[in-house]
């Protein structure tokens, strides 16, 4: 594969964040392909799965996201990114109420991507640091 091209599929990785992140359904819908696949955090994800988790539960929970890619890597059809997501959490999540506070996810994925759209996904959430974020301060001395 040459250069140009690595660069077209680091770009399609990419896109499909943004895309989720601005809530731009119809650029995802056209990023994923019919048979996409999603394994991380412990489970697996048919795509309309995926995009029921995406749109309905984390995108409805947490707003204005802000995402960073700080070491995007290509190798063939797969990218490897490093994320960084600040957002606010403006709705339920994991059973968390919203906090109206800024959190930060982080994590990495590997995306596959062929002829333009993105066939699997590969990702870890760093879920203990955006859980903790989540949970109301603790009062002065109570930790004692």
Known sequence: MDLQSLEETKKTAIALSLAIASGDWSAVDALLA???????????LSRAEYLAFMRGALCAAMTDMDMKFP???????????EYQNAMTHSG????????HKRVTASGHLIRQVRDGMVVAEWQTTNALSLMAQLQPALEAGSAQ
Do not use: Q
């Open 34 to 44: 019919p048979d996409f696949a999603y394994v991380g955090d412990g489970r697996s």
């Open 71 to 81: 070491r995007v890597v290509a190798e063939g059809e797969f990218v490897a990114l």
């Open 92 to 99: 339920p999540f994991a059973g968390v109420a919203p906090t």
